[in-house]
Structure formats: structure tokens, C-alpha cells
């Protein structure tokens, strides 16, 4: 990857990760690891252009089908891509279609973008994580085989033993914390050839785990507030991105939304 490489423009694409939960700002909204990101890519190129696709919720074939195309005739000089992960998580899922869904939205998006990015997703230590793990290996595998086929950059987050530190993760132990998204821009930052600012990797200073007692408080509190209710929607089909648009749907200069906090 050549150093200090140039970009005008970047589209992302995805589900609640790349939308930005759970880095939520004061007016409700969330901003995430492709909000700052771009603010930064934005900083050093003048008309710098920028678009999120993500939705919460979505599987691969929604995106695949939804967005990558919207995205491949964007024309943008840089793509993110992260899906699959909703897939794997499931009771049940046909790792085959998975497969298939990748190959078509990297397919699509390959040829038409400057640089595409694929991501090894980070996940939370803990018993989903050790049921799940190996799952998200054989689905880090197919992207891994179809970055190399492709020309892709793959950001390993996976292999980052910070980012699966509870302390990373919000309450509901899905999404990442303000501190976690920040890390993630660096990481794709670097994966660009661009300039470090810091080391995404560094651990995070010891601290004494919790008793019991808050343990059990938290984990019933998770369960309540956030373990069931997403239980219930697997149950029942529903998502909860149904019906919600894209936070940033069209190619449009940075300086749209230049009012937003990145810090």
C-alpha cells in the first residue's frame, strides 16, 4: 500500500457496526469508526466526499443486494465492506449462502473503487464469543480467500486481543464503545498507508475484575434489556433495521455534516 496515499472519496457499507453503534452522540445519534474515519480523510483532501450505507441488522444478502450495488456506482476511490457477522450469530445458518453473498458485493464493488476494505470483525470475550468462534473463523476465512482474489485489504480486528476486551464492548456485549470505534478508524487509517497517529493495539490498563455480585447484576441487566429482545426478534423474523434508511445515503462533500463531534 503506498504511504500517504491520496483519497477524495469513501463509501461504506454494512450493518450496526459500520452504522456506528454504540458511539452515541448527545443528540442521539451514533457516529462510529466510518464517521471518524472519514472527518480524517476528509481533513486532508479538499471536496472530500463521503457516504454510509450501513444498516443495523442487515445479512449479507441484504447488503449484497441492497447496498452494494448503490455503492459500486458510486465510483468511490475507497469502499469498506463488513458483513456476514448477523449470519454467523444466528441459531442456524448456511455458511454456503453466506459464501455466496460475499462473493457477489465483493464482485460488484471490487472493480469499480480505488481500494477495497474487508474486515476480520473483533468479538467480546466471553461464553458467545466461544460458542460462536468457530463460526466466525470459517466466515473470516472466506474473506480472507476473497481479498486475495480480489486485491482487497483485509484489517485484521480479530487478531487484536485489545478489541476483544470486555471493557471495549457496550452493555448490550454486541457493539463497541466510542474508545473501540476510535481504534477501528485507526486501524483502517494504517490498513490505507496512512500516517499512524497511535497504536490501535495497545492494551488497556489492568484493572481489577468486578465481584460476583456486580457480575450477576450486569448479566441480568444485559439479559433484560438487551439478550432477550434480541432473542425475540430472531424468533419472529423481524430486524432491528427494518425500515430504517441509511445514515448517509449519498456521495456528498464532508462539510455536510462538519457540525458533528470527533472526539
Not at 12 to 19: K, L, N, R, Y
Not at 81 to 99: I, S, T, Y
Not at 181 to 207: F, M
Not at 235 to 248: C, E, F, H, Y
Request: aromatic share 6%; glycine share 10%.
Amino acid at each position: 500500500m503506498e504511504m500517504n496515499a491520496s483519497y477524495t472519496s469513501f463509501v461504506a457499507v454494512g450493518d450496526s457496526f459500520t452504522e456506528g453503534m454504540s458511539d452515541l452522540l448527545p443528540d442521539g445519534s451514533y457516529r462510529g469508526w466510518a464517521d471518524l474515519l472519514a472527518a480524517r480523510l476528509a481533513a486532508r483532501e479538499p471536496g472530500f466526499r463521503y457516504a454510509n450505507l450501513a444498516v443495523r441488522g442487515k445479512l449479507i444478502g441484504q447488503i449484497a443486494e441492497e447496498q452494494a450495488p448503490v455503492a459500486a456506482a458510486m465510483g468511490a476511490d475507497v469502499v469498506t465492506l463488513v458483513g456476514g457477522l448477523n449470519d454467523a450469530l444466528r441459531p442456524k445458518v448456511d455458511m454456503g449462502r453466506v459464501r455466496g453473498h460475499l462473493e457477489e458485493a465483493v464482485g460488484l464493488l471490487a472493480p469499480t473503487c480505488k481500494t477495497l476494505v474487508l474486515m476480520r470483525s473483533p468479538g467480546r470475550n466471553g461464553p458467545v464469543m466461544d460458542r460462536f468462534r468457530p463460526r466466525m473463523e470459517e466466515l473470516f476465512g472466506i474473506i480472507e480467500e476473497l481479498a486475495a482474489r480480489h486485491g482487497a485489504l483485509v484489517v485484521d480486528l480479530y487478531g487484536a486481543g485489545v478489541l476483544a476486551d470486555p471493557r471495549m464492548w457496550d452493555v448490550d456485549r454486541l457493539h463497541l464503545t466510542a474508545e473501540g470505534h476510535r481504534r477501528v478508524a485507526e486501524a483502517v487509517w494504517q490498513a490505507l498507508g496512512l500516517p499512524p497517529e497511535q497504536d490501535w493495539r495497545a492494551e488497556l490498563a489492568p484493572a481489577a475484575a468486578p465481584g460476583w455480585a456486580v457480575r450477576r447484576t450486569q448479566d441480568l441487566s444485559f439479559a433484560r434489556q438487551h439478550l432477550l429482545p434480541w432473542i425475540g426478534r430472531r424468533l419472529t423474523g423481524r430486524s432491528s433495521g427494518d425500515g430504517r434508511p441509511a445514515k448517509r445515503p449519498e456521495l456528498l462533500p464532508y462539510e455536510a455534516v462538519a457540525g458533528e463531534r470527533l472526539s
